[in-house]
């Protein structure tokens, strides 16, 4: 089942690439090529990478028609809700970057996660993110020079 | 004789007080990232590069390459104490280490991959010092054409090696080349599948792209691992750090037949550490008086593995240095830090900058021996790094990704990339795609088509250019070969079992 969504995501990709190639403007001033030549190129090996893939997918069902095992099978499980909530959680995270600041954004972010996945140790936990964060940023801005985002803090 | 001059200042440059710190912040950092899951050798170095920036190159290049090797050293540690490989290429270390930690032999099993690291990659690196001259005179005859069929047979090599279906990885390599085709074009000065986004003008970043598919990825499937409950404890390091002479015995030979299999290993592009380690481990089985052993702590499963897999890195650095094309994921990382500090690796690096490239390569043998310093005597601090809760570890590493790819540009953009390709690389990898090939033609992407198109303008237009000389016809049927080799492989073995039946 996986083999043959990635089958169809390639050929969207293909379609989708070989669409946005077509927006791209010629000027083939002293370049026999120009700038489109080469993406065409990456479509075709796209299209033909998809049909490897088929033939893959044709030789597998051939197996499992002679009595082996579908390891292609598609399940949604609890612990996909949970890396869906981590992804969900990493983008407020980054929206609230440059707004909040990296000290205050990152320790609202930490504390979250940690707070999940370190279950009951409270005071570890929340001693650890202030920690972190303060010394990240005072080491990354001050000693090596890094741009952070300030955000509401003032320093 | 100028060589020798050369190799001998480069000498000078690796011992001068300045390259010995960053030699030693490599390792110290590279046994750190090896130990920890989570920030692979290949993220470590791609965040290191914005933050790094205003470096000296040789000194920048130095402590990079310290991180590559350094981190196999202490992926052995992770192995051995709570058998999931820190690095990928010690997953066959965790088979007999982990069985050796359980029968109270930690010490030993730990002794003999440091040992065997240090004699294996000081092999690697005499390998690399000897063949990198010839190799880089024979590359001086290079021209683009020769360039672009090198580069491709990179890719298919690695595309067709890495994971379990050629497909899959020509997928992954061509998804690399079209996000490498994203910005500006070079030559016309053209955009490219910018979508209207300002910051794509430049191209997507090789450092986001690779902080996220393998920090951001190790992070979802580690978060993961915590909530199912399969993240394992680490044991206790029993016994002396120390070999018996019966195990001194044993381990002897598989380390040097491992150093020599994991340097030619090394060399072919798309093998990598993991297939050299699996490869001595195969064969020490097979030479073995007690092939039963293995598997149950064998001290030779553990030996051999760890020296191959510690002499592939320098391997590897061969023709990265010498013709300036990686044959794997973390030498393309590699490659793009280079390029990053304007250093264009190739047979004109050894012309121009022999006290950057020797420099580079005699730092490793005092790397080789710091390691050994670092992961003998001083192994518990290391091993105390497991033992933090891996509920506090996981987060941190998304919040050190953030300050890497925030440092680049200064934009939220590269932040959202992260988290993109965190998300591609956790589901590739439940759908066995292989991200090394990604990140290889990502690296080389636009060099391949600068090539092409050059060779395309040398010739006024005419194919007859690639398949025009002995290089590249060569290079063209390797190719060929590395693409229908895994199809070609179990029809054969078909055919001859058919043949043994009747």
Not at chain 2, 131 to 149: C, N, Q
Not at chain 2, 287 to 293: A, C, D, Q, R
Not at chain 2, 441 to 453: C, I, Y
Request: proline share 5%.
């Amino acid at each position: 089942m996986t083999d043959r969504i990635i089958f169809v995501c390639a050929l969207l990709l293909a379609g989708v690439y070989f669409w946005g190639t077509a927006q791209i403007p010629s000027l083939e001033l002293g370049d026999p090529l120009g700038p489109k030549a080469f993406p065409r190129m990456l479509g075709v090996g796209l299209l033909i990478a998809a049909a490897m893939l088929l033939a893959e997918i044709l030789r597998d069902r051939k197996k499992v028609k002679a009595g082996g095992e579908d390891s292609g099978a598609l399940r949604w499980e609890a612990h996909d809700w949970v890396v869906l909530a981590v992804v969900a959680w990493t983008a407020i995270y980054i929206a609230l970057f440059e707004p909040l600041g990296y000290m205050l954004a990152t320790l609202i972010y930490l504390l979250g996660l940690t707070g999940y996945f370190n279950r009951g140790r409270h005071l570890m936990n929340g001693l650890t993110c202030v920690l972190f964060v303060a010394i990240s940023y005072s080491a990354f801005t001050k000693l090596l020079g890094v741009n952070l985002a300030r955000g509401i803090i003032p320093f | 004789m100028e060589t020798l001059t050369h190799i001998l200042n480069g000498f000078s440059v690796a011992m001068q007080p300045i390259n010995l710190w960053y030699t030693f912040l490599g390792v110290f950092m590279g046994t750190i990232i090896g130990v920890l899951p989570g920030i692979g050798p290949s993220a470590g170095i791609a965040l290191l590069i914005p933050i790094t920036y205003g470096m000296n190159p040789t000194s920048a290049l130095i402590m990079m390459a310290g991180i590559y090797y350094g981190a196999k050293y202490g992926g052995s540690t992770t192995a051995i104490l709570i058998r999931t490989p820190g690095e990928a290429a010690s997953v066959m270390t965790s088979i007999d280490g982990y069985e050796m930690a359980k029968k109270g032999r930690a010490g030993a099993a730990l002794a003999v991959s440091a040992i065997g690291s240090f004699i294996a990659g000081t092999i690697g690196v005499i390998g690399l010092t000897l063949f990198a001259v010839p190799l880089t005179s024979m590359a001086l005859k290079f021209g683009p054409a020769e360039y672009f069929t090198l580069m491709l047979f990179a890719m298919t090599a690695v595309s067709t090696l890495t994971g379990k279906s050629p497909a899959k990885g020509l997928i992954a390599t061509i998804l690399g080349l079209m996000i490498a085709t994203i910005g500006i074009d070079l030559q016309s000065g053209q955009a490219r599948y910018t979508m209207g986004i300002p910051e794509f003008q430049d191209g997507v970043g090789f450092v986001v792209v690779v902080v996220g598919l393998f920090a951001m990825a190790e992070v979802l499937r580690g978060l993961e691992g915590i909530y199912r409950g399969t993240s394992a404890e680490a044991m206790k390091i029993k016994g002396k750090l120390w070999l018996t002479r019966e195990e001194w015995r044993r381990s002897i030979g598989p380390i040097w037949r491992g150093g020599i299999i994991g340097f030619v290993v090394g060399v072919l592009p798309g093998a990598g550490g993991t297939i050299a380690s699996i490869m001595s481990y195969t064969t020490e089985k097979r030479l073995s008086k007690h092939p039963e052993e293995f598997g149950h702590g064998a001290i030779e499963g553990v030996a051999g593995p760890e020296s191959a897999n510690n002499s592939d890195t320098a391997g590897a650095l061969v023709p990265l240095l010498t013709l300036g094309i990686p044959g794997g994921g973390a030498t393309a990382v590699m490659l793009g830090a280079f390029i990053m500090y304007g250093v264009q690796p190739g047979p004109m690096l050894f012309q121009n900058r022999p006290d950057l490239v020797w420099g580079l390569i005699n730092s490793m043998y005092i790397g080789n021996v710091m390691l050994v310093i670092l992961n003998l005597p001083l192994i518990g601090l290391f091993v105390r790094l497991l033992y933090i809760p891996q509920g506090i570890l996981y987060p941190m590493i998304v919040a050190i990704s953030a300050i890497g790819a925030y440092a680049i540009n200064g934009s939220v953009v590269d932040l959202w990339l992260i988290l993109l390709f965190g998300v591609i690389g956790y589901i590739f990898d439940k759908v066995d795609i292989p991200v090394a090939p990604l990140v290889l033609s990502l690296v080389l992407g636009g060099m391949m088509e600068q090539s092409f198109r050059q060779a395309m303008t040398i010739s006024g237009g005419d194919l007859k250019i690639f398949y025009g000389s002995a290089i590249t016809v060569t290079l063209l049927v390797m190719s060929l070969i590395s693409v229908l080799l895994p199809f070609v492989i179990p029809r054969l073995r078909a055919l001859g079992s058919k043949g043994d039946e009747s």
